[in-house]
């Protein structure tokens, strides 16, 4: 799976939109890009996932460069509840024969909501 | 979404005990199953990744004796620490995968095992 990079925490205010960028340059031309976040002593949710298009979902935006060398992940009113870490995850879809494979969890980027 | 989830939540033991950790998928059968652990202050690592009715695959450096898993069934896998040690405390959680589906991968609560 590629390598991606974060920034280790970020702040946000209540309310305002969250902007949480990946660097993924050397992302390869069957990998997605995967965001998912960890509230503290939870398991991991699924957020959102892309190959090269923006996608919108209930939860976040996902917003991926032409080149596909980086992504932002846009959570549009940030809340208290939004406060996790956010792991953003390069990996190819499930394979041809239905099978997966474990996830690779990097360091991701602390949220911190502020009130 | 789909559910997944684990018992139990939290346990405590004593050194030299076995403890297994249940992970189920409530509303949809998972065709793999995967194990991580994550210690305090640290990112999740995957610990194995169970297929039902075979033998699960571990990764490099967790020891399949110890920690042994059993996936008889389509929305059930056990984790068992045998003879566990104060360095085996750690949140342990589960995912199921659900072949065809976007996400994945849908993950458990988590279970924190201490061991005195």
């Known amino acids: 799976d590629a390598k991606t990079t974060q920034p280790t925490s970020m702040d946000c205010a209540e309310g305002r939109a969250a902007n949480l960028p990946c660097n993924h340059s050397?992302?390869?031309?069957?990998?997605?890009v995967y965001w998912y976040r960890q509230i503290h002593s939870q398991g991991p949710q699924y957020i959102i996932h892309g190959l090269k298009n923006n996608e919108t979902n209930e939860m976040a935006s996902l917003i991926i460069t032409e080149d596909r060398k980086s992504s932002t992940l846009i959570l549009p009113h940030a809340t208290l509840r939004d406060t996790a870490v956010y792991y953003c995850?390069?990996?190819?879809?499930?394979?041809?024969?239905?099978?997966?494979?474990?996830?690779?969890f990097g360091k991701g980027t602390h949220l911190i909501i502020q009130p | 979404g789909a559910v997944v989830s684990q018992h139990p939540s939290w346990v405590i033991c004593k050194s030299g005990t076995s403890v297994k950790i249940e992970c189920r998928s409530l509303?949809?059968?998972?065709?793999?199953m995967f194990w991580y652990r994550q210690f305090p202050k640290q990112s999740l690592m995957l610990m194995a990744t169970s297929n039902e009715g075979s033998k699960a695959t571990y990764e490099q450096g967790v020891e399949k004796d110890k920690f042994l898993i059993n996936h008889a069934s389509l929305t059930l896998s056990t984790l068992t620490v045998t003879s566990a040690h104060p360095e085996d405390s750690s949140f342990y959680i589960c995912?199921?995968?659900?072949?065809?589906?976007?996400?994945?991968?849908?993950f458990g609560p988590g279970t924190r095992l201490l061991v005195l």
């Open positions: 995912s199921a995968h659900i072949s065809g589906r976007g996400e994945t991968q849908y």
């Open positions: 050397t992302i390869s031309g069957n990998e997605y």
């Open positions: 509303d949809f059968q998972a065709t793999t």
């Open positions: 995850i390069v990996r190819p879809r499930d394979s041809a024969g239905g099978g997966a494979d474990g996830l690779t």
